[in-house]
């Protein structure tokens, strides 16, 4: 029987009664009294230098209130990346400025040098249009491995390289590991690109500052992931402005997929003018400027080596692999290729040897950063391809090549040669799942009813492991962290007895508004109704790290949990002296504390009010009020895992790919929504799927972005989709949260990619073409043609 | 965008050369070519009027020329600022040989686009360099050497080119009015 309520249930998003219909407050629907209106000038040039900004007609121009350049900005600080990441060597990363308007050079097309605010939008955009940049055009850097190769072409001269770290996981099993791939029976390498994703949030970035001279407080509206965050960047690295006169609110956000995680120079540019012009300044992106400066996500381009016995059994991996970080380190730009990609290189096999490669290259292209997955997706799309490629090789069958390596569960708790250690998991029963949901069986008699029709069917497989629930901030401190990665809620209990509960954690189209009462109401034995969720204004909400690395239940959920017992130990003193007996005989259960052998209760509702009139309260030992605060910190990342079977059909003749079937069977510890959860899978399948077979970014070898617009960056749709399966029902629970729970935000764009790209060889193959081992993607109908007719 | 072609013209290689360092022929010949100002020595100033797909502006540029060596080879080269629409550059590397008692004209070019005009237009961008090419040679060669007598006036590659500049066939070609004027 399906719950009504509390954990477990399938409870309709109660946030959705606003945003379906279209009562969503967003920033840009705010509208301060006396706003103003900020508008960019952005570099034509990949790389350039800038000889003169005339800005002399453009302040002249109707209704223009101020003009900035780089050089208002020159004395104040630089937006940081938030890990150091130290090379091989030893030596730490390179860390060029990010200023907030580009000073001296430009170095990606869209970079802001300049910016014009004015009373209306269209004003500021005109004036814009006449700002004089004389911006001499130099060679771009674009490609990563000629990037690497010459010195003599720099993003940044300052640093005397475009290679930002070269960095090893872990230096330690080097040697053993090259060791091994040279003495092994079997050696299976592949060559792959991941390609460069634009993020496209519906709603692009928007920002509005405000000040008041009256009390020097700053308020910023923004598009943001992580209020706190933002705010703590901003205070203490970029303007300078004290924690305590700064708020960061992230009011309702329509998406972010990682590039909302992220301080850019526009909300740090919108303070600073309303400081000069004490009005309010807002900015909303184009969707073209969303395209040319959100932070990208993947783009990675690696060499991967499988080492195995004759008999499949793996024996090393080993990749090398370049990570193009763009013009300048966003926020999370270092961790991502690293620690979000390296850590994870084991999979879900049992494979003794593990050594990870990654150079940090810098290029003339927008920041690269996370985007949904976070370098797992990478991890898992290297692995999984690799696996596939070394099945087909030796003439096992994928499946049981890949049951035959994998970790088993008595192993648990399993330490991987790249330092991770994962808790629980069992990877059997979710190709079990997977090959019952899939009806795998069926496949061959699919796929000759495929080839009577003159089709290729294919069948592809990938399983995923990733870490989620960012992070220990013991191990992530260790590992260059320069944030700790806790979370935090506050539990308000008011005097009628319903709850306003606070979070650190942002829900940006996650369900937060309608989980975390779930959690609280199943505590307290009462309604999901009586509880209210509070997130996203640094003023009200207490310092959580915000939303990210499907972190919110895992980290904010714990944190969530933490409080409401820290309210039940609180409400059970309350109780006692109402009662009259001592605390430790109080017993509360479905909203009644009662005393242990006696028949005196009290409800909830009672203690409640009783908490804020405490007319006889014994003040020494019993505080009134009922609120409480607590922050976690997990002690060890989650591993959600899972397996993907993807069915595809090519088309020879055309070598169009018809995504026919899709099946997820994952495993996310217990659940506390299955409906949330089976939405936030198929977005990630969309994202994945569309990553396999339709999305990418283009730059010419000048940095132009030939791929800006939804007419040249193909989006996918739902009709580009089969309906999907999605099976959670493969349950280990997180042994360390008090959830049981591991993260589902990002598990969908992890492990698909793999699955449509080994679908589609694995057709192509059947077709006769069995020299075909690996087209990169997207496998758009002109590759695939292209790879079949090679 | 790389792009080479010939052509052959029914004039001398030094009468070529002459024409291509005329402002005039060659603003005859530039597409959208509104005004075309200043000398081989010093460069060309123009002021171009082109749409790109969803994108039309007005481009301030100058050519210039290099490598000269007369009559056999010189470099054309080009960019033009498009203000908010973005850049457009080029080079043509061009070589007249004679050849049948006329001359032999190739010519390698190469042509970048940025800013809104490479986000927007990039789909479009490579036939419309090799249009904007094919268009201002073929209007070299007419006016050069006049327009063929049997074809019809505008029977050129006009196209659909609403900004296009005036019709460049003319009773005479540029030579015959040099030479007979």
New interface residues.
């Given amino acids: 029987m399906p719950k009504d309520g509390g954990i477990g249930a399938r409870s309709k998003r109660r946030e959705d009664v606003r945003f379906l219909t279209g009562r969503g407050k967003y920033t840009d629907d705010i509208q301060l009294p006396g706003q103003t209106y900020a508008c960019f000038a952005r570099s034509q040039v990949a790389n350039g230098r800038i000889a003169g900004i005339d800005t002399t007609a453009a302040e002249k121009m109707p209704g223009v209130l101020a003009v900035f350049t780089g050089e208002d900005f020159k004395d104040v600080g630089g937006n940081p990346a938030g890990w150091l990441i130290n090379s091989r060597d030893g030596t730490p990363m390179k860390e060029p400025k990010r200023p907030v308007l580009a000073h001296g050079k430009v170095r990606h097309v869209g970079d802001a040098y300049a910016a014009v605010v004015a009373e209306t939008y269209e004003q500021a955009r005109d004036a814009v249009d006449a700002i004089e940049a004389e911006i001499e055009e130099l060679p771009a850097v674009i490609d990563m491995a000629s990037a690497l190769a010459n010195s003599d072409n720099l993003v940044h001269d300052e640093i005397g390289t475009n290679q930002c770290f070269d960095w090893g996981w872990i230096e330690d099993n080097r040697e053993a590991t090259d060791a091994a791939i040279k003495s092994a029976p079997h050696v299976t390498t592949l060559h792959l690109v991941n390609n460069r994703l634009v993020p496209n949030a519906m709603e692009p970035r928007s920002s509005t500052g405000s000040y008041d001279p009256g009390t020097g407080e700053y308020e910023l509206r923004t598009t943001s992931q992580n209020p706190h965050l933002t705010r703590l960047l901003i205070s203490a690295f970029v303007l300078g402005i004290p924690e305590n006169k700064l708020t960061v609110i992230a009011p309702d956000v329509g998406g972010g997929f990682g590039s909302k995680i992220y301080h850019y120079g526009e909300e740090a540019l919108v303070l600073a003018a309303a400081k000069r012009l004490g009005r309010p300044v807002r900015w909303t992106a184009t969707r073209t400027e969303a395209f040319l400066t959100d932070a990208h996500g993947r783009d990675h381009v690696t060499k991967i080596e499988l080492a195995t016995e004759k008999d499949g059994k793996f024996i090393a991996i080993r990749t090398e692999t370049m990570a193009n970080v763009g013009a300048y380190l966003s926020n999370f730009s270092t961790a991502t290729p690293t620690f979000l990609h390296g850590t994870l290189m084991a999979g879900v096999y049992s494979v003794p040897n593990v050594y990870v490669n990654v150079k940090a290259v810098f290029t003339n292209t927008a920041p690269v950063d996370a985007y949904r997955g976070a370098g797992r997706p990478e991890a898992t799309y290297s692995i999984e391809r690799v696996v596939d490629k070394c099945a087909r090789e030796l003439g096992i069958d994928p499946i049981e090549l890949r049951r035959k390596n994998f970790i088993k569960p008595d192993m648990y708790p399993y330490t991987t040669p790249v330092a991770l250690q994962y808790d629980s998991g069992n990877y059997d029963a979710l190709v079990d799942k997977m090959e019952e949901r899939g009806d795998l069986a069926g496949f061959e008699a699919r796929a000759a009813e495929s080839k009577s029709r003159g089709k290729l069917r294919g069948l592809g497989i990938s399983t995923y492991i990733e870490a989620c629930g960012i992070a220990p901030s013991n191990l992530v401190g260790q590992l260059g962290s320069r944030v700790g990665l806790y979370d935090a809620a506050t539990v308000r209990v008011n005097a009628t007895g319903n709850l306003s509960v606070m979070v650190g954690a942002h829900s940006h189209g996650q369900g937060h508004e309608t989980v975390f009462p779930q959690i609280v109401a199943d505590m307290l034995g009462i309604d999901e109704s009586m509880i209210e969720i509070v997130h996203g204004d640094t003023s009200k909400i207490p310092f959580g790290m915000g939303t990210y690395g499907s972190r919110s239940l895992a980290v904010c959920g714990s944190a969530v949990v933490k409080a409401t017992e820290k309210v039940i130990t609180k409400a059970k003193l309350i109780a006692a002296h109402m009662l009259e007996a001592p605390g430790e005989e109080v017993e509360f259960e479905d909203g009644i504390f009662s005393i242990k052998g006696t028949n005196k209760t009290v409800p909830w509702g009672d203690v409640a009010l009783k908490a804020y009139i405490p007319h006889d309260f014994p003040l020494e030992n019993l505080e009134p009020g009922l609120e409480e605060t607590a922050f976690y910190d997990p002690a060890n990342f989650t591993y959600p895992s899972g397996a993907y079977a993807c069915e595809v059909e090519v088309d020879p003749d055309t070598g169009e790919v018809d995504v026919l079937s899709f099946v997820a069977a994952d495993d996310f510890g217990n659940v506390m929504n299955p409906m949330i959860v089976e939405g936030q899978v198929q977005g990630g399948l969309a994202q994945g799927i569309g990553q396999a077979m339709l999305e990418n970014t283009t730059y010419d070898e000048n940095g132009q972005l030939l791929s800006a617009s939804y007419m040249d960056y193909t989006m996918p749709r739902a009709d580009d989709f089969p309906m999907f399966t999605v099976d959670h029902s493969s349950v280990t629970p997180c042994t360390h949260n008090p959830l049981g729970v591991k993260g589902c935000g990002e598990a969908g764009a992890i492990g698909s990619p793999a699955a449509v790209v080994n679908a589609v060889i694995d057709a192509i193959q059947r077709g006769g073409k069995s020299d075909l081992t690996h087209i990169d993607m997207p496998l758009t109908p002109a590759r695939v043609w292209a790879a079949m007719n090679a | 965008m790389k792009m080479t072609d010939q052509r052959a013209i029914n004039a001398s290689p030094a009468q070529v050369w002459d024409a291509l360092m005329d402002a005039e022929v060659l603003c005859q010949c530039v597409p959208g070519c509104q005004e075309m100002t200043g000398s081989p020595q010093e460069g060309f100033e123009a002021t171009v009027v082109q749409k790109v797909g969803p994108v039309k502006a007005t481009f301030k540029g100058a050519v210039t020329l290099s490598e000269m060596d007369p009559p056999h080879s010189l470099k054309l080269s080009g960019q033009g600022k498009g203000?908010?629409a973005?850049?457009a550059k080029g080079s043509a590397q061009v070589t007249l040989t004679p050849e049948d008692g006329g001359t032999l004209l190739a010519y390698e070019v190469e042509a970048?686009?940025?800013?809104?005009l490479?986000?927007?237009g990039?789909?479009i961008i490579d036939g419309f360099a090799k249009k904007m090419t094919d268009q201002f040679f073929a209007r070299f060669q007419e006016v050069v050497e006049g327009p063929p007598q049997e074809a019809p006036e505008n029977s050129g590659d006009e196209g659909g080119d609403d900004s296009a500049a005036e019709p460049p066939a003319k009773k005479k070609g540029w030579f015959s009015r040099l030479s007979s004027g």
């Fill in positions: 203000g908010p973005g850049f970048n686009v940025g800013g809104k490479a986000q927007l990039s789909r």
